[in-house]
């Protein structure tokens, strides 16, 4: 098998795992009464340890005004607090509060039990096959984007 069919086997079985893990149990994200504009506000506020509407706006691809309504319910449920920004008072410093940081930890911890099960189910040699493809992934990840 030559290298590019080699490449695309694995896209294609790194999409069915991602599909299969994703089946797994929906509890966690079904519990969230929240849009899905507002599931991605939340966690962009989150990576972004901070961030302000004009940003988050152009991250979701929309205009600043149609945020508020978005960020207003965010603030209204306490996921998100809104600051007035020191340095212009005409704009809001965004952050997630605890409780939303809470939402986001639990998301996270369901997806890791979910993978930690998947992976109870290998033997040793399968895991440690897949350990070292998926370091050799992440090293090439590493120099792909130290590159760009």
């Not at 896209?11 to 504009?37: G, H, K, S």
């Not at 039990?113 to 440690?128: K, T, Y």
Request: charge should be positive; hydrophobic fraction near 40%; aromatic fraction near 4%.
């Amino acid at each position: 098998m030559g290298k590019s069919d080699l490449v695309s086997e694995i896209v294609e079985l790194e999409r069915q795992a991602n599909r299969l893990i994703r089946q797994y149990p929906f509890d966690a994200w079904m519990e969230i009464n929240l849009t899905i504009p507002q599931l991605k506000s939340l966690f962009f506020i989150a990576k972004q340890r901070g961030t302000n509407s004009r940003n988050l706006a152009a991250a979701l691809g929309v205009t600043p005004p149609n945020m508020t309504g978005v960020v207003d319910r965010l603030v209204e449920r306490g996921l998100v607090s809104r600051k007035e920004n020191p340095e212009d008072r005409r704009a809001h410093i965004l952050q997630v509060t605890e409780k939303g940081e809470a939402i986001i930890t639990n998301l996270r911890d369901r997806r890791r039990s979910n993978i930690l099960e998947i992976l109870g189910g290998m033997n040793r040699e399968e895991l440690s096959c897949l350990a070292r493809g998926l370091a050799s992934l992440v090293k090439a990840a590493q120099t792909d984007k130290e590159e760009s």
